[in-house]
């Protein structure tokens, strides 16, 4: 064989194991079906020995089965190497027992891990060198993406792949939990009972659309679902891109003070409480921030982020807070594109943020909603109920989602039809697209002053 490199000694490596496979599956072709999910070519790290399996590997995939004669035809045909039929016969002459293929193949993922991991630190200390003007928010999200692409890629691929009997297992514990009504039987409640009727909690995983032209009170209702998520002890994470945090945090306040209002108790204004409280209305102001000091919210305010850094800082996040059970981000169109868009059709570039999006909500195992905006379309039309087509930048947004949700008022757009027919405040919340469950449309009543919602319509539906 060719001359190891004499950097073999310093670095994660077993070249003994990489033999024992090649020659295990030389001789015993047929354990190929054992390891092909969980040995890929870079698992190698002697490149005679990865051009072997990547012959291998194209065999297999073409045909579904490899022969000693197909290897070596094929090696000789490409000449990938020298003298294949001397290097296949020492591969064979190297193994003792065919039970020695298991434990190989652990030893050569566990190498082929940590040299991952090695190269990216590698990777991230020349990032920091030739740092050329990047800014540290920046480096800091590049560098954590490289050290977690190097571990994410340990895990075992084996695991996707479950038979019937096992998936139906699933289904059936979740059927009986929800049979029983326990707790998490269904996805994420928000607690307006008409929106969890049709959704029956947004599921984990699954990546929620909530649009809408400007005022119609999307990030207002974002809030009032992430605050009533967070009053079950759930720690949700909010993206504001457009919002700083105290804006978000006096909107919050602002919303907690409508139900001493609605029960006939003196209210706190929007007005008076950005201007001066009396002593009474300060003692239940003290009274809220007390009740909301304890809800498990982390707000990152910071505009211009790239998909990449809403990954790491989610990411982040969820290490901390594993039980993590809500992200929202605030608005998709504030997202910055990455560098390397310049010049791509823009449809293109947004559909595929969403679709990172979406990889991200499977990643964490949490539903993500994605406030977006909707084109000027609507207000050219008679009817200016939201459709899917006014999903701005449209492209692949309706095509990556697992909810689309639109909000809609009449009161914004014919005032006075609106106080006649007594509908001011009304909201419709139109489900234009669910994977999971049915589409329509349900009410909600939109208290503005105090950026509340309120479910007033679900008695008599």
């Known amino acids: 064989m060719s001359s190891i490199p004499k950097s073999l000694s310093t670095l994660p490596v077993d070249i003994e194991a990489e033999k024992r496979v090649l020659g295990i599956l030389i001789k015993y072709p047929q354990e190929i079906d054992n390891v092909v999910e969980r040995l890929r070519p870079e698992h190698f790290y002697y490149p005679e020995h990865r051009k072997i399996y990547e012959t291998v590997w194209s065999l297999y995939t073409e045909s579904g089965r490899i022969s000693y004669t197909q290897i ?18 020492g591969l064979t002459e190297s193994i003792v027992a065919i039970s020695e293929l298991e434990p190989s193949v652990d030893v050569m993922r566990l190498k082929a891990g940590l040299r991952r991991i090695l190269e990216a630190a590698w990777e991230v200390e020349n990032l920091v060198i030739n740092e050329e003007g990047q800014d540290l928010a920046e480096i800091q999200a590049l560098a954590q993406e490289l050290i977690f692409a190097a571990t994410e890629t340990h895990l075992d691929s084996a695991s996707d792949v479950k038979s019937l009997l096992e998936v139906l297992s699933k289904c059936y514990i979740r059927l009986m939990e929800r049979r029983q009504g326990l707790e998490g039987a269904h996805g994420l409640t928000v607690q307006f009972p008409c929106v ?59 919303s907690e003070f409508f139900p001493y209002k609605e029960k006939g108790d003196f209210e706190i204004t929007a007005l008076e409480y950005q201007t001066r409280l009396s002593d009474e209305q300060m003692a239940r102001a003290q009274s809220v921030f007390d009740d909301l000091y304890r809800l498990p919210i982390t707000i990152v305010d910071r505009r211009g982020l790239t998909v990449t850094e809403i990954r790491a800082l989610a990411r982040k996040v969820k290490a901390s807070q594993p039980d993590l059970g809500l992200i929202v981000i605030d608005y998709l169109q504030l997202i910055k594109p990455p560098s390397h868009s310049a010049g791509r059709n823009w449809a293109l570039v947004v559909g595929e943020m969403v679709r990172e999006l979406r990889d991200l909500a499977g990643e964490l195992d949490v539903p993500i909603i994605l406030i977006s905006q909707l084109n000027r379309g609507v ?75 309120i479910d007033e319509y679900t008695e008599g539906q």
Request: charged letters at 30%.
């Open 196 to 254: 969890d009727a049709m959704t029956t909690g947004f599921k984990k995983k699954d990546l929620i659309i909530l649009a809408a032209r400007p005022s119609m009170g999307k990030t207002a209702f974002a809030l009032n679902m992430v605050v009533n998520v967070a009053k079950r002890s759930v720690p949700v994470l909010i993206f504001s891109l457009e919002m700083d945090d105290e804006q978000i945090g006096d909107r919050i306040v602002l």
């Open 379 to 453: 207000e050219s039309r008679t009817d200016k109920h939201p459709l899917m087509s006014d999903l701005r930048d449209s492209g692949n947004i309706e095509e990556f989602a697992d909810v689309v949700m639109f909000l809609y008022r009449h009161d914004y757009y014919y005032p006075e039809q609106a106080e006649s027919e007594g509908t001011e405040g009304e909201v419709e919340v139109i489900f234009a697209k669910q994977r999971k469950g049915p589409t329509g449309t349900v009410k909600l009543r939109f208290i503005k002053e105090y950026t509340r919602f």
């Open 72 to 89: 070596y035809n094929q090696l000789r045909k490409t000449k990938a190497i020298a003298n294949p039929a001397e290097v296949l016969m």
